[in-house]
T-cell receptor, first 113, second 115 residues
């Protein structure tokens, strides 16, 4: 079956612009997670959805970052007024629920010029 | 809050030698522990995990790890390294209770296999 997919695979934008990153989880997975991985670092947790609601958004760095999952499947991570420091690979993962294996997508590489 | 420390950003071993990648964690509640592998230009893949029960956990590709609560460690081992094991390895922790389920990752260890 299909794994977690993320689009686009690469996104280049200019400082101050708005971007949206999309995640399609594995069908039937109720839990969805966003992480950010900077060069040479491990992934950093951003937000966790259980169904349509954000169960834990404690990792979002500031109010420029927002994520939605309106129908409990596809999720969009939205970044307003992008800054050069936002450049990273944004990873999405999904699972069958708390404590279960998280399956990761290939990531979206965001570059802010 | 929880944290993970991986000792050694780079580990080099000879093909056929023992692989040992170290991971220590900090958690105020019983942890769930994971090892993920990331091959070049590929996504993260779960090697093994500890949630409850047996403290020695076996994973894919011949890897195993032992949860030692007294040492707050979850070191990854493989008896005999293969060239295909060259990759980045990440240890991660999550909490077993409450509503949170995000993983806290270490900085990773790059495993180099010498022929």
């Amino acid at each position: 079956g299909a794994g977690v997919s993320q689009t686009p695979s690469n996104k280049v934008t200019e400082k101050g612009k708005y971007v949206e990153l999309r995640c399609d989880p594995i069908s039937g997975h109720t839990a969805l997670y966003w992480y950010r991985q900077s060069l040479g670092q491990g992934p950093e947790f951003l937000i966790y959805f259980q169904g349509t609601g954000a169960a834990d958004d404690s990792g979002l760095p500031n109010d420029r970052f927002f994520a939605v999952r309106p129908e409990g499947s596809v999720s969009t991570l939205k970044i307003q007024r992008t800054e050069r420091g936002d450049s990273a690979v944004y990873l999405c993962a999904s699972s069958l629920g708390k404590g279960r294996e998280q399956f990761f997508g290939p990531g979206t590489r965001l570059t802010v010029l | 809050a929880q944290s993970v420390t991986q000792l050694g950003s780079h580990v080099s071993v000879s093909e056929g030698a023992l692989v040992l990648l170290r991971c220590n964690y900090s958690s105020s509640v019983p942890p769930y522990l994971f090892w993920y592998v990331q091959y070049p230009n590929q996504g993260l893949q779960l090697l093994l995990k500890y949630t409850t029960g047996a403290t020695l956990v076996k994973g894919i590709n011949g890897f195993e790890a032992e949860f030692k609560k007294s040492e707050t460690s979850f070191h990854l081992t493989k008896p005999s390294a293969h060239m295909s094991d060259a990759a980045e390895y990440f240890c991660a922790v999550s909490v077993s209770g409450g509503g949170a389920d995000g993983l806290t990752f270490g900085k990773g260890t790059h495993l180099i296999i010498q022929p």
